[in-house]
C-alpha cells in the first residue's frame, strides 16, 4: 500500500533558512514541496532562485495566498522574518493548516520580553507561551499534535542539546554557565 506524502509548503522560499530547509524535505521519503512563496521572485521557477535545487525540485514560485496553501498543504514551513511570521502563521493556523514558524514569533514565554528584544509589537500575542517548542529531544510527543510549532534557532540549540542532560542529572549548576556561541 502506496502511503500518500505530507504535502508540504515554504513560505519565504527565497532565503537560506528556506532552500536548507528544503534540501532536507527532499531526502525525506515522507514529504512532497508542493508550493513555494516570495514577493520578491514570485513567477520564477524555484530553481532559477535556488540554482542547487535544478533538476530536484519543480516548484514554482508565487505570491502568498493564504486560502490557496491551506488548501493545498498539510503543513507550513514559514521562512519569514521575526515580525512578519506571526501574522501568517496565524492566517494559516485559522485556515486549518499546520506551521513550523523558522522566526523567532514564538520561541519566547512571555510577549514583553519578546517585543522589549525585537522591537516589533507582537501580532498574534496570545499564543506566546502556548506553542510547542521544535526540539524532538525533548517534546516529541508535543510536536506531534501541535498546530504550530517554534523551530528553535542555532544557538539555542547548540546549548541546550548538550547541556539539559547534565543539568537533568545533576552534573552541574545550572546558576553557573557562561555560554559562549559564534
Known sequence: EKMNK?????????????LESIRL??????AKVVAATSRKDAGKPLSEVHPSLSGRLDVQVTELNIK???????????????GASAKT?????EGGTRVIDFSADFRLSNVETYEQWYGVEHPWPERIGSVVYGMPEFF???????DVVANPG???TSAILPLAPLIES???DPTDIIIDSK
Open 6 to 18: 505530507i504535502r508540504v509548503g515554504i513560505v519565504g522560499a527565497t532565503g537560506y533558512t528556506a
Open 25 to 30: 524535505l527532499l531526502q525525506h521519503p515522507q
Open 68 to 82: 490557496q496553501l491551506c488548501s493545498d498543504c498539510d503543513v507550513v514551513f514559514c521562512c519569514l522574518p521575526h
Open 89 to 93: 502563521v496565524k492566517e494559516l493556523i
Open 140 to 146: 516529541a510527543e508535543e510536536i506531534r499534535g501541535a
Open 154 to 156: 542555532c544557538y539555542p
Open 170 to 172: 545533576s552534573m552541574i
